[in-house]
């Protein structure tokens, strides 16, 4: 696919059962079901061959889509750890506090 760069290509392949791989599927499949309804046809038994077809594309697009998405993620972290790496002032690490000196006193009322 021409979506993704030469850079994430390095990245590991998505899972081949995927949110969005069963989500389009199911789409797919579904929208094959109404056409066939709409057409005043059985449903199930119609066009097996199309609900095959329409599950099977949505199955690659969610994929795809999974593997852009992927990608996507890998290249926002490796900008926001790029700035963290070159800016570290502004990131300097605080002062660790107990919980003690969190929470506020407790005086229970009666």
Request: hydrophobic share 40%.
């Given at each position: 696919?021409?979506?993704?760069?030469?850079?994430?290509?390095?990245?590991?392949?998505?899972?081949?059962?995927?949110?969005?791989?069963?989500?389009?599927?199911?789409?797919?499949?579904?929208?094959?079901?109404?056409?066939?309804?709409?057409?005043?046809?059985?449903?199930?038994?119609?066009?097996?061959?199309?609900?095959?077809?329409?599950?099977?594309?949505?199955?690659?697009i969610g994929?795809?889509?999974?593997?852009?998405e992927?990608?996507?993620?890998?290249?926002?972290?490796?900008?926001m750890?790029?700035?963290?790496?070159?800016?570290?002032?502004?990131?300097?690490?605080?002062?660790?506090?107990?919980?003690?000196?969190?929470?506020?006193p407790?005086?229970?009322?009666?």
């Amino acid at each position: 696919m021409g979506f993704i760069p030469d850079q994430g290509k390095s990245l590991p392949p998505p899972a081949v059962a995927n949110r969005n791989s069963v989500w389009l599927a199911g789409v797919g499949w579904c929208s094959a079901m109404l056409h066939n309804a709409i057409n005043h046809r059985p449903p199930l038994k119609s066009g097996v061959h199309r609900q095959f077809l329409m599950a099977t594309i949505g199955w690659f697009i969610g994929y795809h889509l999974t593997k852009y998405e992927n990608y996507t993620y890998a290249r926002l972290d490796r900008d926001m750890n790029e700035y963290i790496r070159l800016h570290p002032e502004e990131f300097a690490a605080k002062e660790k506090k107990t919980f003690a000196e969190i929470v506020e006193p407790f005086h229970p009322v009666r």
